[in-house]
């Protein structure tokens, strides 16, 4: 049973500035897949950022620029920096790993506000 736990989570102002981390229970570079996802109130599920074992990083395009993922495989640790935060990206952020031969696992969630 593989296990993801974040933190990192919590109230910014806008323009502010949070990383997010997502320690997972077993080597990250076994994962074809891992990333971060976010969901506010009343919405679904969106991606925010991911990144392969084959190197390949993809980002929601309003996040492009202000946020960077990053991991560190000796730690299997995964990372979100969320620069100059935005009111709309408040939302449960959630830590996500994908292997092909078992499929998706998911963190608690942690929260995210961004507000004056």
């Known amino acids: 049973q593989v296990q993801l736990v974040e933190s990192g989570g919590g109230l910014v102002q806008p323009g502010g500035s949070l990383r997010l981390s997502c320690e997972a229970s077993r080597s990250i570079i076994s994962f074809n897949r891992m990333g971060w996802y976010r969901q506010a109130p009343g919405k679904e599920r969106e991606l925010v950022a991911t990144f392969t074992t084959a190197g390949t990083t993809n980002y929601k395009a309003s996040v492009k620029g202000r946020f960077t993922i990053s991991a560190d495989n000796a730690k299997n640790m995964v990372y979100l920096q969320m620069n100059s935060l935005k009111r709309e990206d408040t939302a449960a952020y959630y830590c996500?790993?994908?292997?092909?031969?078992?499929?998706?696992?998911w963190g608690q969630g942690t929260q995210v506000t961004v507000s004056s």
């Open positions: 996500n790993a994908y292997s092909g031969l078992t499929g998706d696992y």
